[in-house]
């Protein structure tokens, strides 16, 4: 049976919910950027840019997104969150498929690059799988019933300049199941690693965005 899953992030648009790791250390790391567009509009070749990053759809097979789908890109400080929302009010059912679809993002400031990755989902109970995978690095990131890859931080990588992304539904449970958001977060290099917002990036300790399933 699909349940509603507790989402437990505090996000300024009220679309997802960002948590705030490490208190007073990163209050002064405010929200830099953001961008939405729907489904359709970025499917149709709008790119969504915010801060220095760009992400353009490349390609989906048999995911059964609706046109009015949520896509977004979000800038916290060193921090970029893309997310995809199938529970938006034009479109308030899950996604109930399995399928899966590509996108590139991009750094533009030639100082900076992409050193660390890790993956989300909120979904219903028995769900199944999501799976991130890249063109540019090894890394398989799979959430399963909505855990996160890691549990904790992130998954560091060799700095990149653009990632190519897949991500995958399996959804096991279908139709009674279905997933109501993912997210692929993307961590960028610090122009000063000595200060404290650096030492929490390094070591996966920086800020954090997690769905927890509500039983």
Known sequence: MMTTNKLTKTFASGSLAIGVLAGAVLTATNASAASM????????????????????????????ADPLDDVE?????HHYYFIYDATTGGSPDPNISSGSFTYTIEVTDPNKFIVGVD??????????????????VP?????VNGSA?????????????????????NNTGSPTE????????????????GTILGLLAVGGLGLVSRFKKQK
Do not use: C, R
């Not at 509009?41 to 390609?59: C, E, F």
């Not at 989902?121 to 769900?127: F, R």
């Open 37 to 64: 567009l729907t489904w359709a509009q970025w499917t149709g070749g709008t790119p969504l840019a915010a801060g220095d990053k760009i992400v353009k759809y490349v390609s989906h097979n048999n995911f059964g």
């Open 119 to 136: 993956l989300d989902s909120n979904v219903s109970s028995n769900y199944g799988t999501v799976t991130e995978t890249f063109v540019e």
């Open 149 to 169: 890859d890691p549990a904790v931080g992130f998954y560091p990588i060799a700095p990149k300049k653009l990632l190519t992304v897949t991500n995958t539904l």
């Open 178 to 193: 279905g997933l109501f958001q993912l997210q692929n977060s993307f961590h960028q290099s610090v122009p000063e690693p």
């Open 73 to 77: 890109l979000m800038g916290m400080g």
């Open 139 to 143: 890394n398989v990131l799979v959430s």
